[in-house]
């Protein structure tokens, strides 16, 4: 694959953001409660108005937009939350990120890429507590080529186990050419995620000496090349520290306009992960930007409120406790149970953490963290049936069909719940899990619907899977 990047013009408007940061602050109570009744209104917020809210800094007001949120995510997307397992391929890597376990210049990380049985190991390992949805991650490597990643990725499609075997697969890898994006598409990915990093194109520059990963634009143009190549399902992030995090937030948002604009359409999902410590990398440990637990939950909230028709995912990089109350704000997917060393889901040991990329927030396992869901009054969700039966886009028609998520998200969480506590769950998450599941089935207002859900819940008990609308 050959960089070129003539002709790509970076859409990110650098002095205009910071300006926005600066006119914003101090925007008057009045505009704060306009500003979140345009977005509970399900209209996306325009860049000046992100700002205004990103700059609160009064208690009070900022409660209300944490209020906010929390409505916008109850009355849009109600009380499910979709979970996933990061599956590392291999963490061979050219590029030298300097926050990260993988760069090339890291002597203590332990390189390995899974063989065939290997990933074969892992994914069985995934499939045997519950998993039905993964993210597959690989380091920048010429052998990680597209028909390697959609080699990969058809062989954890084809990986079958007892009752169990993984719906969907997302992929975050780097960038390709359009070319590239059209093989890996063809292997059936659901969405492809990469993040900027940082948006800031003078911070970048410095935090990516080397490797193809050194052009800032070439990156920022790859969800470009990847829609050009018919993948129109696509997550953006930052990760968090690297620069003022107002500035990223509100570059997340310009990103996001610029695919409306281009393509009509926006990403399916938003990350936003904060650095992490990592094996032998001194710069992790104390990242120049280190974003607040206070500044974090104001940061998931706004974007919530911003781009309210976009899945917002929070990984297991952070802690518990604030895993718990960020998912109030508006999250709509978590991992969980989750392994970031390459081949530790067959095969962990002591020396796992050198083949790890960072170290994680929240090591609970699956099963712990649907028991607290569940406890927490949400549904965990596996559904993989929009994507399926060819509904893409999914998140969006959440938002914008009225009913949607009645009809369709609603009860295939429930089935694919049920699923999971018959298959896999401990005693005590099953006992959780099925009263929620009777008190929300009990709940769906329409007749028909209720009393199909409740017929293919007696289908799941006796035996059969794999049932969604
Ligand atoms: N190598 C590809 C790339 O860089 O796009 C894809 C995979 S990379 C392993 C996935 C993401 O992990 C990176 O985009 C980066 O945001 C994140 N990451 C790297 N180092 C991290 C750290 N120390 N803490 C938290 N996240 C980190
Ligand atoms: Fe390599 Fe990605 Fe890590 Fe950068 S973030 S060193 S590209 S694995």
């Known amino acids: 694959m050959k960089i070129n990047t003539e002709g790509i013009k970076s859409f990110i408007p650098t002095q205009t953001i910071?300006?926005?940061?600066?006119?914003?602050?101090?925007?008057?109570?009045?505009?704060?409660?306009?500003?979140?009744?345009?977005?509970?209104?399900?209209?996306?917020?325009?860049?000046?108005?992100?700002?205004?809210?990103?700059?609160?800094k009064d208690p009070e007001l900022r409660e209300?937009?944490?209020?906010?949120?929390?409505?916008?995510?109850?009355?849009?997307?109600?009380?499910?939350?979709?979970?996933?397992?990061?599956?590392?391929?291999?963490?061979?890597?050219?590029?030298?990120?300097?926050?990260?376990?993988?760069?090339?210049?890291?002597?203590?990380?332990?390189?390995?890429?899974?063989?065939?049985?290997?990933?074969?190991?892992?994914?069985?390992?995934l499939i045997d507590v519950g998993h039905k949805r993964l993210i597959m991650v690989y380091g920048e490597h010429p052998i990680y080529s597209p028909e390697y990643i959609a080699e990969t990725v058809q062989t954890v499609y084809d990986t079958k186990h007892d009752n169990g075997e993984i719906r969907r697969v997302n992929i975050n890898a780097a960038p390709l050419d359009i070319e590239g994006f059209r093989i890996v598409k063809s292997a059936g990915i659901g969405?492809?995620?990469?993040?900027?990093?940082?948006?800031?194109?003078?911070?970048?520059?410095?935090?990516?000496?080397?490797?193809?990963?050194?052009?800032?634009?070439?990156?920022?143009?790859?969800?470009?090349?990847?829609?050009?190549?018919?993948?129109?399902?696509l997550g953006l992030g930052a990760l968090m520290g690297l620069?003022?995090?107002?500035?990223?937030?509100?570059?997340?948002?310009?990103?996001?306009?610029?695919?409306?604009?281009?393509?009509?359409?926006g990403p399916h999902t938003i990350s936003f992960p904060r650095i992490e410590p990592a094996i032998g990398t001194e710069f992790a440990d104390n990242p120049p930007h280190r974003v607040s637990d206070e500044?974090?939950?104001?940061?998931?909230?706004?974007?919530?409120?911003?781009?309210?028709?976009?899945?917002?995912?929070?990984?297991?990089?952070?802690?518990?406790?604030?895993?718990?109350?960020?998912?109030e704000y508006g999250v709509s997917q978590i991992d969980a149970g989750s392994s970031i060393g390459v081949g530790d889901y067959a095969h962990k040991d002591d020396e796992s953490r050198k083949k790890s990329q960072f170290v994680l927030g929240d090591t609970r396992s699956l099963?712990?963290?649907?028991?607290?869901?569940?406890?927490?009054?949400?549904?965990?969700?596996?559904?993989t049936?929009?994507?399926?039966?060819?509904?893409?886009?999914?998140?969006?028609?959440?938002?914008?069909?009225?009913?949607?998520?009645?009809?369709?998200?609603?009860?295939n969480a429930l089935l694919t719940f049920a699923e999971y506590l018959h298959d896999y769950s401990s005693e005590r998450t099953?006992?959780?899990?099925?009263?929620?599941?009777?008190?929300?089935?009990?709940?769906?207002?329409?007749?028909?619907?209720?009393?199909?859900?409740?017929?293919?819940?007696?289908?799941?008990?006796a035996g059969t899977r794999d049932l969604y609308y």
């Open 18 to 56: 910071e300006d926005l940061i600066v006119s914003e602050s101090n925007a008057p109570e009045s505009r704060i409660r306009d500003i979140i009744a345009k977005s509970l209104a399900k209209n996306r917020l325009n860049p000046d108005e992100t700002a205004a809210l990103l700059s609160v």
């Open 64 to 125: 209300m937009i944490l209020q906010g949120a929390r409505d916008l995510k109850k009355q849009i997307y109600g009380n499910r939350i979709v979970l996933f397992a990061p599956l590392y391929v291999g963490n061979e890597c050219v590029n030298d990120c300097v926050y990260c376990g993988f760069r090339i210049s890291n002597k203590e990380c332990e390189r390995a890429t899974l063989s065939k049985e290997q990933l074969i190991q892992d994914t069985k390992s």
């Open 191 to 233: 969405t492809y995620q990469i993040f900027q990093e940082t948006y800031h194109e003078e911070t970048y520059k410095k935090l990516h000496p080397r490797g193809p990963k050194s052009s800032f634009l070439w990156r920022l143009d790859s969800l470009d090349r990847a829609m050009q190549a018919g993948i129109d399902d």
């Open 243 to 265: 620069y003022d995090w107002k500035f990223e937030v509100l570059a997340l948002l310009y990103h996001t306009i610029h695919l409306e604009e281009r393509f009509g359409v």
């Open 295 to 327: 500044d974090f939950k104001l940061l998931v909230a706004t974007l919530r409120l911003s781009v309210p028709y976009t899945g917002l995912i929070l990984t297991a990089r952070e802690p518990v406790e604030i895993r718990d109350e960020v998912l």
């Open 367 to 383: 099963d712990d963290v649907i028991y607290e869901l569940a406890k927490g009054g949400h549904i965990p969700s596996f559904c």
């Open 385 to 411: 049936s929009c994507y399926r039966a060819g509904r893409t886009g999914e998140h969006f028609m959440e938002f914008a069909v009225p009913g949607f998520v009645k009809r369709f998200c609603t009860p």
């Open 430 to 461: 099953k006992a959780v899990g099925m009263k929620l599941i009777e008190q929300e089935t009990a709940k769906i207002e329409d007749d028909n619907m209720r009393s199909s859900v409740m017929e293919k819940l007696a289908q799941m008990k």
